[in-house]
């Protein structure tokens, strides 16, 4: 966890909840291929 972020804001990516990257189950991250990182709505 890097940091907490509001759930459900409109600007938020909904696959990534707005934090621009999926954390694995087996470490590390995986960038959110929906918002590039960005973590922002399409
Ligand atoms: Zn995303």
Redesign the pocket.
């Known amino acids: 966890m890097r940091r907490q972020q509001d759930k459900g804001k409109a600007t938020d990516?909904?696959?990534?909840?707005?934090?621009?990257?999926f954390q694995l189950l087996l470490g590390g991250s995986e960038t959110?291929?929906?918002?590039?990182?960005?973590?922002a709505k399409a």
Request: proline share 6%; hydrophobic share 0%; aromatic share 12%.
């Open positions: 990516c909904p696959y990534c909840q707005g934090k621009g990257y959110c291929d929906s918002c590039s990182g960005s973590g």
